[in-house]
């Protein structure tokens, strides 16, 4: 069965900093192309960024760009986002996701695993 377990969540002050991190079982690790998503309340999930298999490509958001940090070293766990100078509307609930082949996507239908989510509230 195949677990993704997001960790790192929390409340910050806006402006200040966080770190994911999400760990999945090695086989789909190993293999695919993983991004985290987030979602505030009342609206839909969203792209946040995401790494290709071994981290050689990166994709974000515009709304993230400059700020958000995937990393992913040599295609080991955990995959970490490094989140800095963050705004209230970065607040949500952030998930890890991973798709069973090297293919980095932004839609939300283009994943097959989900973790369960970790809450991150910014407040102003």
């Known amino acids: 069965q195949v677990q993704l377990v997001e960790s790192g969540g929390g409340l910050v002050q806006a402006g200040g900093s966080l770190r994911l991190s999400c760990t999945a079982s090695?086989?789909?690790?190993?293999?695919?192309?993983m991004a985290w998503f987030r979602q505030a309340p009342g609206k839909e999930r969203e792209f946040v960024g995401g790494?290709?298999?071994?981290?050689?490509?990166?994709l974000y958001a515009d709304s993230v760009q400059g700020r958000f940090a995937i990393s992913r070293v040599n295609g080991k766990n955990p995959l970490i986002l490094q989140m800095n100078s963050l705004k209230p509307e970065d607040t949500g609930v952030y998930y890890c996701?991973?798709?069973?082949?090297?293919?980095?996507?932004?839609?939300?239908?283009?994943?097959?695993?989900w973790g369960q989510g970790t809450q991150v509230t910014v407040s102003s």
């Open positions: 996701a991973a798709v069973g082949a090297d293919q980095l996507s932004i839609p939300t239908e283009g994943y097959d695993y």
């Open positions: 090695r086989r789909i690790f190993s293999s695919s192309a």
């Open positions: 790494s290709s298999r071994i981290g050689e490509r990166t």
